[in-house]
């Protein structure tokens, strides 16, 4: 339902302003800045089918309307659908497949979406290949038939950080008539918008950045393409992995700070990827804002900036697992993408799941979620953990 009358033309503000306004005009009903929180399973019709375009909270709900206006303009999506978390929205996003299908995905996938494909999908018949970043941004065609009809992109990876070359990509995937899937949640709509770069599809975990607050989990899936935008609208109010009113709400209130917000993290992320890969116990710092980076430039043509997301390699795995247990302004916990720094050793946390795979993460990968405290702070800090 997000076609319902955009209420500022969004082709007429800037990112910044349409955060704040779109889909949210003050209150009707009592002139609310804040658009209410719908808390409403139900609403009452005049007589059969005459209603206000809303009948059931599943298949519609005011609050999440707001939310799936706002956050499409921010994609420069025409069509937005919001979701209960990451995971649900790409749930719901692989029933526009069917079993016997292949999916082509870049290879280090978060963990989670890595578990979801060899775990549930695959024993039932889907197909899944995965490709480095560099095979994905170069020589992807190479890899794709008339079965594939999905490409899974992240861009910067997690938690290596590697850049894809998504309109590369995507030239490649729509010549073998498959559809482009890119998941946004490090970079946010601030910092790159993949369906201008020629994606079919953004997604989301609106529980990282886009809540920005380590308050909600959510998920949100764009589109310009009116029968895709249709289908997903179909499988939401059919599958039923919707967010609740109080959790739209709160999205929609990180929304209105992404851009400060980002401004902050990307400051900070490159003050501490600069000091710490020079750093003694550090071997490399992992960040698209390095020009020693793999990456840099395409990160630097598709991206405004270079993302609050920093990986370091030391010295050794047990080195990792002791250097996260002694920082105290860093949290140890997964997750990212809030105010608060988060640090974690993704091989045995948030990416104990491809432990497996032929592209487990290294033991002794430290990442972290820089915040938008003071960066001497976090500098400070992680120079005595390291010590
Ligand atoms: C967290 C995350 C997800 C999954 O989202 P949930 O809201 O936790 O279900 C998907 N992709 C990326 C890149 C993530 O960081």
Redesign the pocket.
């Known amino acids: 339902m997000s076609d319902t009358g955009v209420s500022v033309a969004s082709d007429l503000v800037e990112f910044e302003t349409r955060a704040i306004h779109v889909g949210q005009e003050p209150d009707e009903a009592t002139g609310a800045i804040t658009t209410p929180i719908y808390q409403t399973s139900t609403f009452v019709q005049e007589a059969v089918g005459v209603h206000k375009g809303y009948d059931y909270a599943r298949v519609a709900n005011p609050t999440r309307t707001a939310l799936q206006e706002c956050l499409a303009s921010l994609e420069g999506a025409a069509h937005g659908h919001a979701f209960s ?4 929205a ?1 749930t719901t996003l692989m029933h526009l497949l069917h079993p016997g299908d292949r999916v082509v995905s870049v290879n280090d996938v ?1 963990g ?2 890595y578990r979801m494909f060899t775990q549930v999908y695959e024993p039932k018949g889907y197909e899944f290949t995965f490709l480095s970043a560099e095979e994905v941004s170069t020589g992807l065609a190479e890899h794709l038939d008339e079965r594939v009809k999905l490409v899974w992109l ?1 861009s910067p990876t ?1 938690p290596l950080l590697n850049v894809v070359d998504i309109r590369a990509a995507a030239e490649a995937a729509h010549a073998a008539g498959a559809l482009v899937v890119v ?1 946004n ?2 970079a946010t709509p601030y910092l790159q918008q993949p369906l201008a770069l020629g994606a079919d599809l953004v ?1 989301h ?4 950045y886009l809540g920005g607050h380590s308050d909600v ?3 949100f899936v764009a589109t310009n393409d009116d029968a895709l935008s249709e289908n997903l609208a179909f499988l939401q109010k059919s599958l039923g992995a919707v967010p609740g009113p109080f959790d739209s709400w709160l999205v929609l209130r990180g929304l209105k700070t992404l851009a400060v917000r980002m401004d902050r993290h990307c400051r900070n992320a490159a003050v501490v990827a600069e000091h710490f890969d020079r750093h003694p116990k550090v071997e490399r710092a992992l960040y698209p804002g390095l020009p020693n980076h793999p990456g840099h430039e395409l990160a630097a043509r598709q991206m405004r900036h270079f993302g609050g997301m920093v990986s370091l390699l030391v010295g050794s795995e047990k080195e990792a697992i002791a250097t996260v247990a002694r920082t105290k302004v860093w949290k140890l916990a997964e ?2 993408g809030g105010v608060e720094s988060l640090i974690e050793q993704p091989a045995r946390m948030t990416h104990a799941s491809t432990a497996e795979a032929p592209f487990a993460v290294p033991g002794n990968l430290i990442r972290l979620s820089v915040g938008i405290e003071a960066a001497e702070d976090l500098v400070e800090d992680l120079e005595q953990a390291l010590r």
């Open positions: 978390s990451g995971l649900g790409s978060y989670g979406i992240e997690n998941d949640t490090f997604l975990s609106t529980t990282k989990v959510g998920g997750s990212l």
